[in-house]
């Protein structure tokens, strides 16, 4: 208990928040003060309460003295920065405990006609009312003047200030009428103004689409838009109070009106239209099951050509509205304390997040999709809503996983921790599920990167390019390792996909080989394990991928050629280095191993033989290609491991899957400035073979890849038995295959093994036949 105290308060007191980052920085204020006042709400002794009260009755004094002081020019900036700074922390303690401020609420209200000309004078404005909003309905018997001041003061600033004044305002507004003066005619009044003017408008464009009235208008329009929405978040219009007898559905009617400008030519008046409903919905959130709401959203979000401010809006508007939803529930769960003891609790709350979890379920494949999308914004908002859908338990989170995942490869560090902190939480609430969906999640990871990748013709790659080369998925990796079965289970089904059934693009192949290579493995089971399931998709590829090029040019021949004699169909059918190696097929395995690597003429001999094999069509050229990057990618990362980890042939040889987990439990000792670079694949996506024409010298390529392959398919098992201290000619031979495929560069086959592997190999029981051959 006292470990999980200690992690909290460490998580939301002593975390750093980001400079740009206020509303973070405002949480964490309140959640200290909070506490702080919580604590002793029952003792009889209250130190806090005592100091919280000195403070707001000090800065309420300091308010006053800078006032004086801001008619004295020479310090006008800085005075006013200060007077903003004392306003904004009396909000913040109005916040927790609004009852500090009741005595002080009188000296506020004058604040509200403060002319505005700065940045600074428009924030005292929004914090006044914010401030009121929460101390005026808890006055004893205010004044009738002082609530009718502070009721047209509000309304002034509505009808001559912009989008955060007015939505401060209408929120005051809301707290004073509904809470405290029910002056329902006087807001009646104003949103009759607004909604009659979007009205007309709506009827002159009908009218006449291109009518330069509604241009002259505009700003008419948008603030109306705004207005209207605003006025509707914080009053239920339907209720007799404001409509009286009349039979007309507001919301209905304002969901109309609101709708019709959501399809105007200006984007700018469509996103006012969006943002007018989204308030609108806050207030009436079953809107949101209507047909065409429903159309507009989920277009706005799924079609690829649409605005970004527009998906962004959407996104925001769902946002606001589970941001209310949390704050109302939260209410209810302090209202609910208070009469707990009388009440059921079933009836608590179902209805609400019945409410909610239903409207999340109607968006939320939308929302998850706009993730794929170039725009940071777009990806950080579909983030925040995702993130407080699963915080409220609204939906069932392994669909959200593979997102998650995908949004851990983020190039921006904070929206990367916000999806690996949810994946987090999800792991710890159901063990299981990201391992579940963990390999979707990397195919999806490499979806978000296409998406955000802005030049097309770079291949899109799978680690960071820092100094650290970090995996984009490594901290899925790290969450998954810890279980063998589970870390076992996710490896060998990405090496899987290099498998030639399996039709993995090439780009993708890429990007999960960059992946392997720069895990964050510990020990060196990891990647011994990679390495010996390496082999065993190699030999099974390697040889599918041979015949079928084989078959290609056999069938290709018979039909170009009248074959005269059985003799001649065999020879024409067969390339020269194929029946070379029928015949030495019956050679001595050394000897034919000697043969096979002994010199370039020879295999210019070879290269020549197959080409004049090759059918017309080069579909079958482009084909090997093309599957043959899998097995090129497996064999660099084979390599790329073996360099990274300083292991030799041996050692490798010597892992089984099968040992207990002990024999390899050794940490990993990692060389440094061993990189990840393959450079065949690289150079294939960048040249686009796949749909560029054949030209002779990419043919004869082509080949010398088929006969390098071919050799090191012949040469895949080491020898078992060798003289000591002689280096193999089937080594040879592979290790010249491997070199020619890899273009260049030693494999490094030879590195003699450390000390470890030395004493690791006479340790263990079976070992003998790795120092005979060492």
């Not at 000195?54 to 200060?82: A, F, M, P, T, W």
């Not at 290099?498 to 992946?515: G, H, R, S």
């Not at 490798?652 to 987990?661: G, W």
């Amino acid at each position: 208990l006292q470990k999980l105290v200690n992690e909290t308060f460490q998580k939301l007191w002593f975390t750093p928040t980001p400079h740009h980052d206020k509303e973070a920085m405002t949480r964490k204020i309140l959640n200290i003060t909070d506490v702080l006042l919580k604590s002793e709400e029952d003792a009889s002794y209250k130190p806090v309460k005592k100091a919280c009260t000195q403070l707001v009755d000090n800065l309420v004094e300091h308010i006053l003295k800078y006032e004086e002081s801001l008619s004295d020019s020479d310090n006008k900036g800085v005075n006013s920065g200060r007077l903003v700074a004392c306003i904004t922390t009396l909000f913040l303690f109005s916040k927790i405990r609004p009852q500090l401020m009741v005595k002080h609420a009188m000296t506020m209200q004058p604040y509200l006609t403060t002319k505005c000309s700065t940045q600074n004078d428009f924030m005292v404005i929004c914090n006044v009312a914010k401030i009121l909003e929460l101390v005026v309905p808890l006055m004893e018997h205010p004044s009738e003047t002082f609530l009718a001041t502070i009721e047209e003061d509000l309304m002034k600033l509505i009808i001559k200030y912009g989008m955060t004044v007015v939505q401060h305002c209408v929120s005051c507004l809301g707290a004073v009428v509904n809470k405290v003066t029910q002056n329902y005619k006087f807001v009646w009044a104003c949103f009759n103004r607004y909604y009659g003017a979007l009205s007309k408008l709506k009827s002159q464009h009908q009218e006449d689409p291109n009518s330069t009235i509604l241009t002259a208008n505009k700003p008419a329009l948008l603030r109306s838009l705004f207005t209207v929405g605003a006025l509707c978040r914080h009053f239920d219009f339907d209720q007799e109070d404001f409509k009286g007898n009349s039979k007309v559905n507001i919301k209905d009617k304002v969901l109309e009106l609101l709708m019709y400008f959501t399809k105007h030519s200006d984007e700018e008046v469509q996103t006012k239209a969006i943002i007018g409903l989204g308030f609108a919905f806050i207030q009436h959130p079953s809107l949101m099951f209507e047909q065409e709401v429903k159309t507009l959203y989920n277009s706005i979000l799924s079609d690829k050509n649409c605005s970004v401010n527009l998906k962004i809006q959407v996104l925001k508007n769902l946002q606001t509205y589970l941001q209310e939803e949390d704050t109302r529930m939260q209410q209810a769960d302090r209202d609910w304390k208070k009469v707990a003891k009388q009440e059921d609790l079933k009836e608590m709350g179902d209805i609400s997040s019945g409410m909610s979890s239903s409207i999340m379920q109607l968006y939320l494949k939308q929302v998850l999709e706009a993730f794929f999308h170039t725009q940071s914004s777009v990806r950080h908002f579909a983030l925040n809503v995702i993130a407080l859908t699963l915080n409220q338990g609204l939906i069932h989170p392994v669909q959200c996983v593979p997102y998650l995942i995908a949004m851990g490869t983020d190039p921006e560090p904070s929206m990367r921790n916000k999806a690996d902190q949810q994946l987090v939480e999800i792991d710890k609430k159901y063990a299981g599920f990201i391992h579940m969906k963990a390999v979707a999640g990397m195919k999806m990871s490499y979806q978000v990167q296409q998406a955000i990748n802005t030049c097309p013709k770079d291949p899109v790659r799978g680690f960071r390019h820092d100094e650290s080369s970090s995996a984009l998925c490594s901290h899925l990796y790290s969450m998954i390792r810890g279980n063998r079965q589970h870390r076992r289970a996710f490896l060998i089904s990405l090496l899987n996909l290099f498998d030639d059934t399996a039709k993995t693009e090439v780009n993708m192949l890429l990007y999960i080989a960059d992946n392997l290579a720069c895990f964050p493995y510990q020990t060196q089971e990891e990647p011994l394990f990679i390495m010996h399931h390496i082999d065993i998709t190699l030999s099974v590829s390697g040889s599918n991928l041979l015949q079928s090029f084989k078959e290609s040019m056999v069938k290709d021949k018979k039909k170009e050629r009248k074959p005269s004699s059985d003799e001649e169909t065999e020879s024409d059918s067969n390339s020269g280095s194929e029946s070379e190696s029928e015949e030495e097929a019956s050679k001595p395995r050394r000897l034919r191993k000697r043969v096979d690597s002994d010199s370039d003429s020879d295999e210019e001999n070879d290269i020549n033989a197959v080409m004049k094999c090759l059918p017309e069509n080069s579909a079958p050229l482009i084909e090997f290609a093309n599957v043959s990057q899998g097995i090129l990618l497996l064999l660099m990362l084979k390599q790329h491991l073996k360099n990274l980890c300083g292991f030799s042939d041996s050692k490798i040889q010597k892992y089984s899957p099968s040992e207990s987990a002990k024999v390899y439990d050794k940490a990993i000792n990692r060389k440094t400035g061993v990189h990840f670079h393959p450079k065949q694949t690289l150079d294939f996506l960048r040249s686009d073979m796949a749909n560029s024409k054949i030209t002779e010298e990419v043919k004869r390529n082509i080949v010398k890849q088929y006969l390098d392959f071919k050799l090191l398919m012949e040469h895949l098992d080491p020898d078992e038995e060798e003289e000591d201290g002689e280096v193999s000619a089937s080594t040879n031979a592979r290790n010249k295959a491997i070199t020619s495929l890899l273009g260049g560069g030693s494999p490094k086959n030879n590195a003699a093994e450390t000390e470890d592997d030395e004493s690791d190999g006479e340790d263990r029981g079976g070992g003998t036949s790795g120092v005979r051959r060492r």
